[in-house]
């Protein structure tokens, strides 16, 4: 088993999420090797916003392993413990890709979404590889 952090910083919360999803396919990829050609939608509710994190990251593990896709853009939408997202990507394709491991899932391990002092949101957490 190993573990590896991923974290989003971002001026909204909807920003930090977008972030930290675009560091778990840093885990996998470079994104910028993932084309954006394929758009599906990600819904996920939750009253903390941490809980919130655990299971939007989990959500994009679910749709990356049973789509096998890989995503490189994310726009999000929250409000009142509800996240709408659309999410960008392609199959995988490991000729191009070279995905450096596969995630099983998000942890609670330093799961933490904080506002700091200056404003700035803050949402990260170890996933399993």
């Given at each position: ?44 509710e ?13 959500a ?13 853009r ?13 999410v ?42």
């Amino acid at each position: 088993m190993a573990d590896i952090g991923v974290r989003g910083f971002g001026a909204t919360l909807a920003q930090a999420f977008e972030q930290a999803a675009m560091a778990l396919t840093a885990v996998i990829t470079d994104p910028a090797v993932v084309r954006p050609s394929q758009r599906i939608g990600v819904s996920c509710e939750g009253l903390e916003e941490d809980l919130l994190l655990y299971d939007w990251l989990n959500a994009l593990v679910y749709e990356m392993a049973t789509r096998r896709l890989l995503f490189s853009r994310f726009e999000l939408e929250y409000s009142e413990g509800r996240l709408d997202a659309s999410v960008w990507g392609e199959p995988v394709d490991t000729a191009r890709h070279q995905p450096a491991v596969e995630v099983k899932g998000a942890t609670f391990t330093e799961l933490a979404v904080r506002q700091d002092k200056d404003g700035c949101w803050r949402a990260q957490c170890v996933v399993d590889v």
